[in-house]
């Protein structure tokens, strides 16, 4: 019965929606379509609990209230018809139900049958606003749930669509649930007692007809449970494959290059780096490429160490690339690397020592003699470092032998790019470091790049001060923002520079965060006032505002994405080099830049960057002993959502805590790569935030099951389940890694 067709066991009627709006074909789709959350018919809604938009079918417990009957004139009929009006209440504010009928007598016998006044029913409905009736709520046309009908305290809400009600769900699931005792069971006999999980017959009856919310509990737990089971198979399979390619061990050797930089290098590790060092170096040494991701804060130390894993590889003959995402980042990587390295990096000049390498850059605007330069380099072998962009990637770039490839903030590369860029390898598979200064929140990073080891470094080097960060209202202190550029004077009297981050180029542009660093923006929030910062976030009216007003006297300079990229260099090389007092600038700012005078950073309409975004930001400042500031600048109104996200990074320099908080704030199902709708989605009950026990749970069940059947050779059902998933889940959500 399991894979029956809907149409022959609900009929092609009722069939159809389920099909075309949520895109269930079988009794097995339907039963694995699951409540979303189920509604005590014993408890009263609120408006509060719906977090429902207008035009939403939603089901809810009412009390009815009074009703009126109203005549009208049918137009179609030219007849006398009527409406009866029912006002019904939420435990918080009422809502006002509609019904049109032929017949005076059929409307008014329904509804004393149904919607008797004092009466506790179940409606289902799309609840809109009346604006002629000053924006009242109301349900049109809802359907009423008879408790006779069924007779359960927990009503299954499940997830629908604009066009089909939950109800007609449930009623559906109801003719079929049955067949749950010829589902497939999934999971081991073995494993179920191990994880004290309920079969799985009795754990669809629970999810779709519970008794209680222990029942619904118990039942949840078994089915996520599976859910995670199956994901965590298919990484480990990954893993697996992944770890039996060949790859070349590349060990180093004493009295290179390494060793050379170890000689010169300005710090000592600190403990973190130094371990992480260890983990790479080892990964490194082994047969098969490394699959590594490391996560650090901002100004955590990533790039040194990245740096002397490239010195390993050249000592063992091969080449590294580093990958960055934007023009400014890869010639900053280069100059930081050239800086370090000194004169290894003059490796076949006159004089060079014998361990010296060379450095290439190549990005989109390398061309003509410097270009057919680097390629040169590159594929004679010449280069031991190749620092680019995008650019790496063109057929044209080969390499003699690349050995390692570095990727430096890895969300902004496709899964495609880097195997591009890993098939550049000449006979065996490049190792690969993936970086990111996101943190990544462990739940996520067990499910999204499960199958990546993962290296963290959790404290910052030491010398590095802290950073306060401090919100300035507009919307009650407007006077303030001439504090703001007060403030910012004193800094550069003291000696200091100062970013002033805009969130647009031109005034009335979309927020220029999301074209330039590719991340999302935040959901833009219906309560943004006017008393928002309008025109003062547009970089090209503010900056020559300032340089004629608050800031007249001071070197100021623009840096944004649409500058020629000769201009941004020049920009950022004075801005480095200390002749830029202050920086006006989009978000191109955003990852690695390293100015360590830079000391102070005003954010201009705060509430447009996302909580990550923010975090990265101010991890400019501060960073080069001297205690930082951060100003987050908003109009956004007091106890708008927009300025408890600012209060929370302004509270908090916890860059796993914020990640956790935007994770929420962006709803995982984007972060998963497809949208939480009510259709078939790959992860329907597991929640990365909420589940960590349960899928670290079936993680290691996973590893261990992997192990010991790499192709589930006695797990027929199970490696099918795996199959099904590759073949629905968007290839974005396994590939992410
Ligand atoms: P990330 O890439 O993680 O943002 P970087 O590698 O760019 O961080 O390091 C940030 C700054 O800290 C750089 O100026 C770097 O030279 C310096 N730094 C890195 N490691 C140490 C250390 N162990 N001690 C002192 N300074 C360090
Ligand atoms: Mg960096």
Redesign the pocket.
């Known amino acids: 019965l399991w894979d029956a067709k809907l149409t022959s066991a609900v009929g092609a009627r009722s069939a159809k929606p389920l099909t075309a709006e949520l895109g269930l074909v079988t009794v097995g789709d339907l039963l694995s379509h699951y409540p979303r959350r189920y509604l005590d018919v014993d408890q009263v809604s609120t408006f509060a609990e719906l977090r429902t938009a207008e035009g939403e079918m939603v089901t809810v417990v009412v009390k009815v209230g009074h009703s009126d009957i109203a005549p009208y004139r049918d137009r179609r009929t030219g007849r006398t018809a009527y409406r009866t009006e029912v006002e019904a209440r939420f435990a918080d504010g009422p809502v006002w139900m509609t019904f049109f009928d032929q017949a005076r007598g059929r409307a008014s016998g329904r509804i004393e049958r149904q919607l008797s006044p004092g009466s506790t029913v179940v409606l289902s409905g799309r609840l809109t606003r009346n604006h002629y009736k000053r924006g009242r709520w109301e349900l049109t046309h809802p359907e009423v749930t008879d408790p006779d009908d069924d007779p359960t305290v927990l009503l299954p809400v499940y997830p629908a669509s604009a066009k089909l009600r939950s109800d007609v769900v449930r009623r559906a699931v109801r003719l079929v649930l049955d067949a749950a005792e010829d589902a497939p069971d999934l999971l081991p006999s073995r494993l179920r007692e191990e994880h004290r999980l309920l079969g799985v017959a009795q754990a669809l009856r629970w999810i779709h007809r519970p008794q209680d919310r222990r029942q619904a509990g118990a039942a949840a737990r078994r089915l996520k449970f599976d859910e995670a089971f199956v994901t965590q198979i298919a990484l480990a399979q990954r893993r697996h494959r992944q770890r039996s390619e060949p790859g070349r061990p590349r060990r180093g050797r004493s009295g290179g290059l390494l060793d050379a930089f170890e000689a010169r290098m300005p710090?000592?590790?600190?403990p973190g780096?130094d371990v992480v060092e260890k983990e790479i170096l080892a990964d490194l040494a082994a047969e098969h490429p490394m699959r590594r991701l490391l996560q650090?804060?901002?100004?955590?130390?990533?790039?040194?160490?990245a740096l002397r894993a490239m010195l390993r590889v050249v000592d063992s003959g091969g080449q590294a690339a580093l990958l960055a995402p934007t023009e400014v980042l890869a010639q900053q990587h280069a100059r930081?690397i050239r800086a370090?390295l000194g004169p290894l990096a003059d490796g076949g000049r006159l004089g060079a020592a014998d361990e010296a390498t060379r450095l290439v850059l190549l990005t989109g605007s390398t061309t003509g003699a410097a270009r057919r330069e680097a390629l040169l380099e590159a594929a004679s072998g010449a280069a031991g470092i190749v620092v680019g962009t995008h650019a790496l990637l063109e057929e044209q770039v080969v390499f003699a032998d690349l050995a390692l490839v570095v990727v430096d903030e890895q969300h902004r590369f496709g899964v495609e790019q880097r195997a591009a860029l890993a098939a550049k390898g000449a006979d065996s598979v490049p190792h690969e470091l993936v970086?990111t200064?996101t943190p990544i929140p462990r739940t996520v990073a067990m499910t999204v790049f499960g199958d990546l080891e993962t290296s963290a470094?959790t404290e910052l080097?030491?010398?590095r001060a802290t950073i306060q960060t401090t919100v300035v209202p507009l919307a009650e202190a407007p006077g303030w923002i001439d504090r703001v550029w007060a403030r910012v004077r004193e800094e550069v009297e003291r000696g200091h520079q100062v970013y002033v981050v805009c969130p647009r180029i031109a005034a009335g542009e979309a927020a220029a965060s999301a074209w330039e660093t590719g991340e999302e923006p935040p959901e833009d929030e219906p309560e943004v006032t006017s008393v928002g910062t309008g025109a003062l976030g547009a970089l090209e009216t503010l900056a020559p505002a300032l340089t004629a007003g608050a800031l007249s006297g001071l070197a100021l300079e623009t840096l944004h994405g649409r500058m020629p990229p000769e201009e941004k260099e020049r920009v950022m090389l004075a801005f480095s080099a200390g002749r830029v007092d202050v920086l006006v600038s989009t978000t191109v700012i955003e990852v690695?830049v390293?100015v360590?005078n830079a000391t102070m950073m005003v954010l201009l309409d705060a509430d447009r960057f996302g909580v990550s975004q923010l975090h990265q930001l101010r991890?400019r400042v501060g960073?080069g002993g001297h205690p930082g500031l951060c100003l987050l600048v908003t109009g956004a109104a007091a106890g708008s959502a927009a300025r408890a996200r600012l209060d929370a990074v302004a509270a908090t320099t916890d860059g796993f805590a914020l990640a956790e908080l935007d994770l929420e704030l962006r709803r995982e199902g984007n972060v998963l790569g497809h949208e939480q709708s009510g259709r078939r989605s790959d992860l329907r009950l597991v929640s990365v935030l909420r589940d960590s026990d349960i899928i670290e749970e079936a993680r290691a069940a996973a590893i261990e099951l992997v192990r010991g059947d790499p192709d589930l050779a006695t797990e027929p059902r199970l490696a099918s389940a795996v199959e099904d998933l590759h073949r629905r889940a968007s290839p974005e959500y396994l590939d992410r890694a």
């Open positions: 710090f000592r590790l600190t780096q650090g804060e901002v100004g955590s130390g990533k790039t040194v160490v930081s370090l970086m200064a470094l080097p030491a010398g690695g390293d360590a991890g960073r």
